[in-house]
């Protein structure tokens, strides 16, 4: 480990002693930054994923201009689907564009099975990073539902209702599926771990279009899957989903280290709701564009609650989106550091 290597967010995680709370921001790489605007006039998000150089470069950029405790992984939860048989595009200013959806349990049983030397340049690029950086590296993945909800609507979709259709009127088909999913996912996350990612974390971004009862009986046993073959690294594990809150004491049950909150459900709510595990979140990116004042104020009111015991970490309860100026997020990291640090060092 590096001399000067910051520790925070994996401590925190951990629900030990820190210094201040540490804080990274979903999508902290992305189009908010001039210089990334700049590389994406020529190269596709895929292009940038395949030039390990390049692709560091674009990971560790925010941990340079904000001073965030960890850095991200560049890359999307598509990544993989390729390897699998997936013909997926990303189009601007659309998303995933898949050109072969799932239908029947044929398409099921022509996925092929997912293989890590298919995407060599991800592990290089993760190789890059741990030489380079002085935070720790997440790594992540879709999980199987919002992977799923992609490979059946063919793409982004409001209601789901192919994926439900599928999911309530096909169950066999929906859990063959869902088994595939699983496998490419614990292998997918191994080979970052091997590879030196120090934490990852699993987006189900739509997760939340699903009832409470839908996810114990169509998703949860295959999350249980993953996490309990992956808590055999020794990585820690975060779950993270969008307008998810009726689903938190799922996710709380399942074998993971830190679960991820959105900004409907404040952290108070979550520990009264019987939530003891470290939590992350949750600041609703919209308060990046007010007055400093209004997003100070929100800030401390969710540090003072996420302080009130060992284990959490900040971040914004979905992703920064482009209309967000730098300046803000390095005044808000500053922020967030001074005003934990001073407020830990009184409680001493």
Same mark, same amino acid.
């Given at each position: 480990m590096m001399k000067n290597f910051n520790d925070t967010f994996l401590r925190a995680i951990r629900g030990e002693e820190v210094s201040h709370v540490p804080v990274w921001y979903m999508r902290q790489a992305g189009r908010y930054q001039a210089e990334y605007r700049e590389i994406k006039k020529t190269r596709t998000l895929f292009?940038? #994923?395949?030039?390990?150089?390049?692709?560091?470069?674009?990971t560790e950029l925010p941990v340079k201009q904000?001073?965030?405790?960890?850095?991200?992984?560049?890359?999307?939860? @598509?990544t993989p689907l390729p390897s699998m048989g997936v013909d997926v595009e990303i189009k601007s200013g659309i998303g995933p564009v898949i050109a072969n959806p799932i239908r029947t349990m044929d398409d099921v049983q022509a996925l092929q099975t997912f293989k890590k030397e298919d995407i060599p340049y991800i592990f290089e690029t993760i190789k890059l990073l =741990?030489? =380079?950086?002085?935070?720790?590296?997440?790594?992540?993945?879709?999980?199987?539902? #919002?992977?799923?909800s992609y490979m059946i609507e063919g793409g982004p979709s409001k209601g789901y209702h192919k994926t439900k259709a599928l999911m309530y009127g096909h169950p066999d088909v929906w859990h063959a599926l869902m088994e595939k999913l699983g496998d490419m996912v614990i292998d997918y996350i191994k080979a970052q771990v091997d590879?030196?990612?120090?934490?990852?974390?699993?987006?189900?971004?739509?997760?939340? #279009? #699903?009832? =409470?009862?839908? /996810?114990?009986? /169509?998703i949860k046993p295959t999350m249980e899957r993953i996490f309990t073959e992956l808590k055999e690294t020794g990585v820690p594990m975060i779950m993270f989903g969008v307008g998810a809150s009726h689903l938190a004491e799922e996710w709380h049950d399942l074998p993971l280290d830190v679960v991820g909150l959105d900004w409907r459900l404040s952290v108070d709510a979550a520990r009264a709701r019987g939530l003891t595990k470290t939590l992350q979140g949750n600041l609703?990116?919209?308060y990046l564009l007010a007055p400093w004042e209004i997003l100070e104020a929100k800030t401390k009111e969710i540090l003072d609650m996420g302080m009130k015991r060992p284990g959490f970490i900040f971040n914004l309860g979905h992703g920064i989106f482009p209309e967000v100026d730098p300046e803000v997020l390095k005044r808000l990291t500053a922020y967030i550091h001074d005003y934990s640090k001073?407020? @830990?060092?009184?409680a001493k």
């Open positions: 292009e940038i #994923t395949h030039d390990p150089e390049l692709c560091a470069y674009v904000l001073g965030v405790d960890a850095a991200i992984l560049y890359k999307d939860i @598509m =741990r030489e =380079r950086l002085e935070v720790p590296l997440i790594g992540f993945s879709g999980a199987p539902f #919002t992977l799923a590879a030196g990612i120090q934490a990852f974390q699993i987006f189900d971004s739509w997760v939340g #279009t #699903t009832s =409470r009862n839908d /996810y114990v009986l /169509y609703d990116p919209s001073e407020k @830990m060092e009184v």
